[in-house]
């Protein structure tokens, strides 16, 4: 921008702020207020920063404000207005357009802006500036908290926010063109702060105490101070001579030379003897040019290599949505002075402030107390000053902060929120990439230190990291991050740099997973898994009736209405056909008075509907819509009869539509259920989850560049697709045309000696490859397409292996043969014009296959064109198809409600006698619209307290939990369908059970090894039969499982169903946790019960097992032979057969065996309480109930 156009009150204001002769620069009397003025101009500047971009352009900072703030800073308001403009000018442009700009315009002030930055870090890289910063500064931190000012607070901000500014300014590409080692801009101003003491300041504000509050300021000046460095040469720095020193650089000449002159030795064995002028012309056979015939090659036979029919055409250009991500600002080798300063800060900084600062800025992420994205600062500092430490005289105690998995936890949470962001938020996704590449390499780094404390000779350090990687393999979050990583990986938003580290950092972390499942025979770990609970949905609003049903309902009506007309019956008077508070006008509501009387007409409220017919013809008499005002009972017949068969509009709440592909879950919703259980930790397993096609894609995309990668970075890539390849047997993963072109650049390439791991794999792909093609022709084929671990399995065993049921592919879907998409034609041909029924179940009683499900033959049928989608064969909606109640119906229902009314389940047993099977909803709206009852809570069930008796059981005692938190789904699923069947078709208690009935069922669980419980439920039911004798009152009595062994059969679904043969009820509703014993079981019913399931030697007599725990409320045993008889409850035990249990049961069994006194021979049966009542009234606690208290504690110990 040109002086001369600056803006008149700009260029006054300028002007008065004084003159530079020489060194000395002359204050005006008005400086002060300039300064002032210029703030105020920076506050009102537009969006393109004309104030700014003025103020740039007259060179206002260098020549004008710092030889102010050098000259006059004793004072201190002249010096404190100064810095606050320095502030201003120089804050990042970022902060100023908000973001980089996409329109040229707005560009193009961007980078005004960005250049005249430039010029300011500049004019700041002289050490009398940053002295002056750093004796006020100093003199700030000085005061004691009790003399500091706000203002002083203020000035000490505003100093650290404009060195952060300073350092934040990006170099000029096109000024700063130098080699490593020459001292740049950045350079400069970092010895001018050294040299002025602001780095002792800094290391000072990070560990004192009361200096708290500047720790986030502290840490993003020192990320910006070591922004062009790199941890690995600072911390080689001085450690050996300068030879050992420039080795690195020594070792990238010599490959270089290397390649030179195997390149120049290629051309020489290919240029030929004797120099032609004449190159001559030559026929490539086999190579179609343009045309039908053969290319013509004009050049020498040594050029023939390097054919292809692309030469001579332009670059396609890549679109900018394609393009590669630009990699970040590479790291530039800094002078050699600069260098050893900061190595020497970091060595300071690490003893004195790191583990401190880490943890006061770690409170305040946690605390929120911080900006938003500061803990981009947290995770470079983690990365950079843990890799200094352990490359520079390895010490865990200096990052300890850092270190653990609550660290290792922090880092995951802000990746995977990365991730999620950049996978959300399009437009920002380099930026998110950028963050996650942070997040990535401080997570790299907490890996190598664990890794490097094992190797510490200190056994404490080395206990500590088994106990971090314990920790870290065994939660899944952490097994699974680098699988996400690499199949969510994008080149166009993820820069290659950030592959470079995710496969470094993935084999490091396969290495030591490896390495720790190695020692160990059982390694358990954490798996989550997420299931999908459907749960329904609001019911839909009925079918119409058909003309036949109004008519037959209207036969029903007719006599009622008759009735009232004549009024033989009551009409209600608080009838009102408009509804007052309603927004819609009384004239507009005459369509919903008639959807009333319509309603009420099909619900069988006669007198109702009669008396809303004339109070609808009061209010709306115009039209004789509701008949004339002298209208007589005929008249009236016919005009309900009317609105009764009348179709008339009805307003259905709009739903949204389902995909044509979620059929059968139109009307369900799914809940997400996170369930956590334990596993076997597999190795091979682990690793079977790399072997897909986004991980081989990203290895083969960051080999393509092997000649820029370090040995590091190709080693890990060779390693991870040795892994698959060789590790899994699954060559053909890697059969890619793309990895095969690298092969052939590499093995071309005349510098592959330097990489022989890379042609070592090379060579045993290819010929792994060829072998196979040897066989399988159709390999060649393949390489176009990359492949899956069930494509891979194909190539090698045959293509239809998998489809024959073998194979990780078992379960997927048949393909549908020519003669069964014949048949299935031919099938809907026929059931197609069949009116009301179901094609697809006609379809499916009849298709020869078996196994077809409904949604594979409607998706076949869509495909096959025969239907336009699956909307064309909705799904019978589920329910008994009667919508209207008979006169009859209604007669029954008030029937069964004054019959059991005084019930605890009035409902219940409604449903249960009820002839025409109706819906739980239905039932309740007609008691609710006869009049039966006023609200729906009093048809809820009665639950009976505990003290009402003793032979009642409490429904409230909760079951407690026996199967280990590793469970597999089958049991639940099984749990499910129970509780399905309960709810669907509940037990009715006047079902009676057929004499010997399970008595075959209960013989296959005593051989499958559930004798204890069969035998504690045969006491059950004999105990039951005695009681009910003695009381001569029966009630319904839980089964209560108080032991681990009965707790486990109750969840067997076998038992559950030797419990329904003898006739016992399941829970009937959520209020209910156990089995029951119904009241209509007689004691001889329990007792042939009772005997059917008793155990039967060889003979089939039935044998004495040893007697389970018993109801404290049972009488004492009586000795032998007093009063007993041959259905006696106290058989004399005997030992009982080993059964196989669990390792768990087994010491506990053990240890209650030692606490016997390890008796092995007859042991009095322990009493177990039967309800919790029972239990709290007895003193000492039973044997097996000590067992399973006991089992408790040792579960909440591990957890």
């Given at each position: 921008m040109d002086w001369y156009m600056m803006n008149c009150e700009l260029l006054a204001t300028c002007s008065a702020l004084g003159y530079l002769e020489g060194d000395v620069y002359h204050r005006e009397p008005d400086c002060l207020e300039s300064v002032k003025d210029l703030i105020r101009y920076l506050r009102h500047e537009d969006e393109t920063r004309d104030v700014r971009q003025q103020l740039g352009a007259a060179q206002i900072l260098q020549n004008d404000l710092l030889p102010i703030m050098v000259q006059y800073p004793q004072d201190k308001v002249l010096f404190d207005a100064v810095i606050r403009l320095m502030v201003n000018l120089t804050q990042p442009a970022l902060l100023c357009f908000g973001k980089v700009p996409a329109d040229a315009t707005s560009r193009h002030h961007f980078l005004q802006v960005l250049s005249y930055l430039q010029a300011y870090k500049e004019a700041f890289a002289s050490e009398k500036v940053f002295v002056v910063l750093s004796e006020k500064l100093y003199s700030l931190l000085q005061l004691d908290w009790e003399q500091r000012q706000e203002e002083d607070t203020l000035l000490i901000e505003r100093i650290l926010l404009l060195v952060r500014n300073v350092l934040h300014v990006p170099p000029d590409p096109t000024e700063e063109q130098g080699v490593d080692g020459d001292a740049s801009v950045h350079d400069r101003v970092l010895w001018a702060l050294h040299i002025s003491g602001m780095d002792d300041l800094l290391k000072f504000l990070a560990s004192a105490q009361v200096e708290q509050q500047w720790g986030l300021h502290v840490l993003e000046i020192i990320s910006l101070m070591f922004r062009d460095q790199s941890p690995e040469e600072l911390a080689a720095l001085g450690q050996g001579t300068a030879g050992v020193e420039h080795g690195e650089d020594t070792r990238e000449l010599e490959a270089l030379r290397q390649r030179e002159l195997a390149e120049k030795k290629a051309r020489a064995l290919q240029r030929p003897s004797r120099h032609s002028r004449f190159g001559g012309s030559y026929v490539l056979q086999g190579l179609k040019s343009i045309g039908d015939r053969d290319v013509v090659f004009h050049k020498g036979l040594h050029n023939l290599k390097s054919y292809t029919h692309d030469l001579g055409k332009e670059p396609q250009r890549v679109p900018r949505r394609r393009q590669a991500a630009p990699e970040s600002e590479p790291s530039r080798?800094?002078?050699?002075?600069?260098?050893?300063?900061?190595?020497?800060?970091?060595?300071?900084?690490?003893?004195?402030?790191?583990?401190?600062?880490?943890?006061?800025?770690?409170?305040?992420?946690?605390?929120?107390?911080?900006?938003?994205?500061?803990?981009?600062?947290?995770?470079?500092?983690?990365?950079?000053?843990?890799?200094?430490?352990?490359?520079?005289?390895?010490?865990?105690?200096?990052?300890?902060?850092?270190?653990?998995?609550?660290?290792?936890?922090?880092?995951?949470?802000?990746?995977?929120t990365y991730y999620e962001m950049a996978l959300m938020d399009k437009k920002e996704a380099t930026t998110w990439a950028r963050r996650m590449h942070l997040a990535l390499k401080a997570y790299q780094e907490l890996l190598r230190t664990v890794q490097e404390m094992d190797r510490s000779p200190e056994q404490a350090v080395r206990d500590s990291s088994q106990i971090i990687k314990s920790n870290i393999f065994y939660l899944m979050e952490y097994r699974e991050l680098f699988l996400t990583l690499f199949r969510k990986f994008d080149e166009t938003k993820q820069p290659r740099s950030f592959l470079r580290d995710l496969v470094e950092t993935a084999h490091l972390f396969l290495r030591m997973l490896e390495r720790f499942c190695r020692g160990r025979a059982n390694l358990v770990v954490q798996n989550k898994r997420v299931r999908r609970k459907k749960k329904p949905r609001a019911p839909a609003a009925p079918a119409p009736p058909s003309a036949a049903e109004l008519e037959q309902l209207w036969e029903g009506l007719a006599p009622r209405l008759q009735a009232c007309l004549q009024g033989e019956v009551s009409l209600p008077e608080d009838v009102v056909p408009f509804d007052a508070a309603s927004e819609t006008p009384v004239e507009e509501q005459r369509a919903e008075a008639l959807l009333r009387i319509q309603d009420c007409l099909r619900d069988s409220r006669v007198p109702q509907a009669l008396q809303l017919l004339r109070s609808a013809r009061e209010v709306w008499p115009e039209g004789d819509v509701f008949g004339a005002a002298d209208a007589g009972p005929p008249e009236e017949t016919r005009l309900l009869r009317e609105i009764l068969v009348a179709p008339l509009p009805r307003h259905a709440p709009a739903e949204p539509e389902e995909p044509e592909e979620e059929e059968e879950e139109e009307e369900e919703e799914e809940e997400r259920i996170t369930q956590v259980s334990e596993k076997e930790f597999n190795f091979l397993d682990y690793l079977k989850r790399f072997a897909c096609a986004p991980v081989?894609?990203?290895?083969?995309?960051?080999?393509?560049?092997?000649?820029?990668?370090?040995?590091?970075?190709?080693?890990?890539?060779?390693?991870?697709?040795?892994?698959?390849?060789?590790?899994?047997?699954?060559?053909?993963?890697?059969?890619?045309?793309?990895?095969f072109a690298l092969f052939h650049r590499l093995l071309s390439d005349p510098a592959a000696a330097a990489h022989q791991e890379l042609v070592a794999l090379a060579k045993f792909i290819l010929g792994k490859f060829f072998a196979l093609a040897a066989t399988n022709k159709k390999a060649f084929v393949e390489l176009l397409f990359w492949k899956s671990p069930t494509v891979a399995w194909e190539m090698t065993k045959g293509y239809s292996s998998l489809q024959e049921g073998e194979g990780s592919t078992r379960s997927r879907v048949p393909p549908w043969t020519p003669q069964e998409e014949q048949e299935l034609r031919e099938l809907y041909w026929k059931y197609k014009e069949v009116e009301g029924g179901d094609i697809i179940a006609a379809i499916l009683a009849h298709l020869p296959t078996p196994g077809r499900t409904r949604r594979q033959v409607v998706k076949q049928l869509v495909r096959m064109g025969l239907a336009s989608s699956g909307k064309d064969f909705p799904r019978e909606r589920k329910g008994t198809h009667i919508v209207l109640w008979t006169q009859e119906q209604e007669e029954e229902l008030t029937r069964l409600f004054e019959e059991f009314q005084g019930s605890d389940d009035v409902l219940g047993n409604i449903m249960k006698h009820l002839t025409a099977r109706r819906s739980r909803a239905r039932v309740v709206e007609k008691l609710l619209g006869l009049g039966l009852v006023a609200e729906r809570k009093e048809l809820y069930k009665k639950r009976r307290r505990k003290s009402h008796g003793p032979g009642q059981?409490?429904?409230?005692?909760?079951?407690?939990?026996?199967?280990?938190?590793?469970?597999?789904?089958?049991?639940?699923?099984?749990?499910?369908?129970?509780?399905?069947?309960?709810?669907?078709?509940?037990?009715?208690?006047?079902?009676?059970?057929?004499?010997?009935?399970?008595?075959?069922?209960?013989?296959?669980?005593?051989?499958?090894?559930?004798?204890?419980?069969?035998?504690?439920?045969?006491?059950?039911?004999?105990?039951?039969?005695?009681?009910?004798e003695e009381d001569g009152v029966s009630h319904p009595v839980p089964l209560v499982p108080l032991t681990e062994e009965n707790e486990d059969a109750m969840e067997d679904r076998r038992f559950r169903s030797l419990l329904r043969q003898l006739g016992l009820r399941p829970p009937a509703s959520e209020q209910e946790s156990f089995w029951r014993i119904p009241a209509a079981l007689t004691p001889q019913q329990l007792r042939r019960a009772a005997a059917s399931i008793a155990h039967r030697g060889p003979s089939g007599a039935p044998q004495d097992l040893p007697e389970p725990p018993r109801c404290p409320q049972d009488p004492a045993p009586e000795p032998a032979g007093l009063g007993s008889d041959s259905e006696s409850e106290e058989p004399v035990p005997v030992p009982s057969p080993v059964q196989p249990r669990t390792k768990r049961r087994r010491e506990l069994a053990s240890e209650d065996e030692d606490e016997d006194g390890g008796s092995s021979g007859t042991e009095p049966a322990p009493a177990a309480p039967c309800s919790e009542e029972d239990e709290e009234d007895e003193g000492p606690q039973p044997q097996g109930r000590r067992k399973r208290i006991r089992c408790l504690d040792e579960e909440e110990e591990d957890d």
């Open positions: 080798r800094s002078a050699r002075n600069v260098r050893l300063f900061l190595r020497r800060f970091c060595q300071d900084f690490l003893e004195d402030c790191y583990n401190r600062l880490m943890l006061l800025v770690k409170d305040q992420l946690v605390r929120e107390k911080a900006q938003q994205h500061d803990e981009t600062y947290y995770l470079w500092a983690t990365a950079f000053f843990m890799a200094f430490n352990r490359l520079h005289g390895f010490r865990p105690e200096l990052v300890s902060e850092t270190v653990g998995v609550r660290a290792f936890h922090f880092i995951e949470q802000n990746l995977t081989v894609r990203a290895l083969v995309l960051l080999l393509r560049g092997y000649a820029r990668n370090s040995p590091r970075t190709n080693h890990c890539a060779a390693r991870l697709l040795h892994r698959l390849a060789r590790d899994l047997r699954m060559e053909p993963l890697l059969f890619q045309l793309s990895l059981a409490a429904t409230g005692v909760p079951a407690m939990p026996a199967q280990d938190s590793s469970g597999e789904d089958d049991s639940e699923e099984e749990e499910e369908e129970d509780e399905d069947e309960a709810e669907g078709d509940p037990m009715e208690e006047h079902w009676l059970p057929e004499e010997g009935a399970g008595q075959d069922l209960a013989q296959r669980l005593q051989q499958e090894g559930l004798a204890g419980p069969l035998r504690w439920l045969e006491n059950c039911l004999r105990r039951v039969a005695g009681d009910r």
